[in-house]
T-cell receptor, first 111, second 117 residues
Framework: DAKTTQPPSMDCAEGRAANLPCNHS???????VYWYRQIHSQGPQYIIH???NNETNEMASLIITEDRKSSTLILPHATLRDTAVYYC????????????FGKGTRLSVIA | GAVVSQHPSRVICKSGTSVKIECRSL??????MFWYRQFPKQSLMLMAT?????????EQGVEKDKFLINHASLTLSTLTVTSAHPEDSSFYIC?????????????FGPGTRLTVL
């Protein structure tokens, strides 16, 4: 079972920042937070992951609260091509544990 | 990021036939690959974990004799759907772990859409 809770859907205006929340109140100390997205009829795309520090890459920023019970994925300037289902997943670090997907958040970027 | 390919991208077959789907890690070696299935408007469901050189580990409810997995090399895993039936029609997605630089990130293939008539 997924260990995260996400809103089922969100809208965002094109060019604005998209802030996608995720609750993971039962996260363990050795579990990372991963974000993936799936554009319609494609395989999931890795976005970013983190343990406890905020992370940023060319795609997005990940803000993790100090108690690690929730996080926010930020797409700084959303475009129409960012319309997708975004999955927040917690998983133990290095090891053979696979990613377990919940229902995710369907983000619609509107022109 | 690392690249994972799948072949074919789309297949239509008759009921009772077998279909093989290939998953390749193109620029890294993957000792572990995963197979997922996704039905319309649903999330990805893990089917099995494929380890190079050993038997796959199947999730509860997934028939190992129906979904044959072979991971014969560090860059190739195959999923064979045997005696396919219409209820096996789905989007099959593979994933491979990239352990380079200690990142341990899973990368996904583009998926294979199977339609059984």
């Amino acid at each position: 079972d997924a260990k995260t809770t996400q809103p089922p859907s969100m809208d965002c205006a094109e060019g604005r920042a998209a802030n996608l929340p995720c609750n993971h109140s039962t996260i363990s100390g050795n579990e990372y937070v991963y974000w993936y997205r799936q554009i319609h009829s494609q395989g999931p795309q890795y976005i970013i992951h983190g343990l406890k520090n905020n992370e940023t890459n060319e795609m997005a920023s990940l803000i993790i609260t100090e108690d690690r019970k929730s996080s926010t994925l930020i797409l700084p300037h959303a475009t129409l091509r960012d319309t997708a289902v975004y999955y927040c997943i917690v998983r133990v670090g290095p090891g053979n544990t696979p990613l377990v997907f919940g229902k995710g958040t369907r983000l619609s970027v509107i022109a | 990021g690392a690249v994972v390919s799948q072949h074919p991208s789309r297949v239509i077959c008759k009921s009772g036939t077998s279909v093989k789907i290939e998953c390749r890690s193109l620029d890294f070696q993957a000792t572990t690959m995963f197979w997922y299935r996704q039905f319309p408007k649903q999330s990805l469901m893990l089917m099995a974990t494929s380890n190079e050189g050993s038997k796959a580990t199947y999730e509860q409810g997934v028939e190992k004799d129906k979904f044959l997995i072979n991971h014969a090399s560090l860059t190739l895993s195959t999923l064979t759907v045997t005696s396919a039936h219409p209820e096996d029609s789905s989007f099959y997605i593979c994933s491979a772990r990239d352990l380079a630089a200690g990142t341990d990130t899973q990368y996904f293939g583009p998926g294979t859409r199977l339609t059984v008539l």
